[in-house]
DNA sequence: ATCTTTCCCACCTAGGTGTGAACC
DNA sequence: ATGGTTCACACCTAGGTGGGAAAG
């Protein structure tokens, strides 16, 4: 019977705890995704990702390492989805653009990763991942009490982390001490896929979506796709 | 970007925290086995959990809900799989007994909810399942980091859960404010299921288990129960 | 007309069941 | 022989995919 380490648990309602937010960016933190060689194949082509009433999880994961935490340290790490610009985008002739300014989106909501704070010693023995959360196109005010995420179609958005750490004098407070943005990981949310390379890169390395044993290799669908990617 | 509560993680190896331990019991602290009744018709037939080496689920859940916690302190939940008793038992004739010594056994080791220490008003507002525990027969030594618990066969337990509230002053520390041990949710543990009424019960009522639409209404398979449960 | 969204679906992965034969 | 344990397996539930038609 021995507590271990402390965690904060996502999208409940109450609100003790701890206030006071300071900011003091430690350069010793780094981050690595882990899967950069998949995020960067879609990147090549603009990726793309599904937003659903229900919710639909991100593909590639946001799946990265953390490194040059105090190993005793608490630590809370959030998930931002940051709007990139302010353009609506349009995929035509083969690639996307930006066409015309931005819907107006409420401002985007950190998620906490759901471990919470716990010590920087085991945020740095594990990749990281946000398994959890969904991207979905209702508006904020709809939701029921989960991991979903609002973003707006044919917007670009900036997955963005940030670290905080819980420091307990003076006082109990938390503060800001890094954010990592990685460029290979942005995305233009979307309804339907658009690029059908970026279509074939999904089906291709997603072991939920179909196609691998399916239709590839003949089967009664017929299909309209052609084209290049892995 | 603000803390709601604080929980702490179960089964992993930092020892960092709150060594401090008191007890202080708050009899206003009720408990209330949401699936009561079911736990009532296996208890009848004397429930068995089978246990595996990579670990079996429990079913019924062991699920609940609390009730007279300070809504403001954090709490946080503990389940033991207490030994009911120093016997072995056999199940002959259609019964069990009791047939000598129990096996010696390490200490039961209990099972910080996953939620850790939250507010008591979180715990007070949902019903509380120990969903991600899994019985083994494996010795604790060989386990991995996982919510394994070591059981032994053909002995009987009784899950018990502790309640303990977390302080501040005059320093940190946490003391027991409640135990609870259901008598209906004592079951033996078995590798393989000993009363065919008990069978019946898991199949009749675990969605998971075969036999709704499978052999029960004429399949291939022969069979060679009888009986009378639900 | 054109573009975007929604919905239902077949088809997967992932993993929780008891079974019965084999094993010890 | 006996009785407990293990294992591979068929058969489920649960839920993550893109497709395509239909709707907006």
Same mark, same amino acid.
């Given at each position: 019977v021995d507590p271990t380490h402390f965690s904060i648990q996502p999208n409940l309602s109450l609100n003790q705890a701890f206030p006071i937010k300071t900011e003091e960016i430690d350069d010793r933190i780094k981050f690595r995704l882990t899967n950069e060689a998949l995020w960067d194949n879609f990147h090549k082509h603009t990726t793309e990702m599904i937003v659903t009433k229900a919710g639909r999880k991100m593909f590639p994961k946001f799946e990265f390492t953390i490194d040059g %935490?105090?190993?005793k340290g608490w630590y809370g790490i959030y998930l931002t989805m940051v709007p990139k610009d302010q353009n609506r985008y349009k995929f035509q002739a083969g690639e996307w653009s930006a066409v015309g300014q931005a819907d107006v989106r409420p401002p985007a909501m950190p998620v906490i990763h759901e471990n919470g704070f716990i010590v920087g010693n085991v945020w740095m023995s594990n990749p990281i991942c946000y398994d959890r959360i969904k991207l979905t196109? %209702?508006? $904020?005010?709809? $939701?029921?009490? +989960?991991y979903l995420i609002s973003l707006a179609s044919m917007h670009k958005y900036q997955p963005t982390i940030s670290v905080y750490l819980m420091n307990q004098s003076p006082h109990y407070h938390y503060k800001l001490v890094a954010t990592w943005a990685p460029k290979t990981a942005e995305f233009i949310a979307v309804? *339907?896929? $658009?690029n059908q390379n970026v279509t074939k890169l999904k089906i291709n390395n997603?072991?939920? *979506? +179909?196609? +691998? +044993?399916?239709?590839?290799?003949?089967?009664?669908r017929k299909r309209s796709h052609s084209s290049s990617p892995d």
């Open positions: %935490l105090d190993p196109n %209702l508006p $904020q005010s709809d $939701q029921t009490n +989960k309804t *339907a896929y $658009q997603n072991p939920f *979506a +179909k196609g +691998k +044993k399916g239709f590839r290799e003949g089967s009664i």
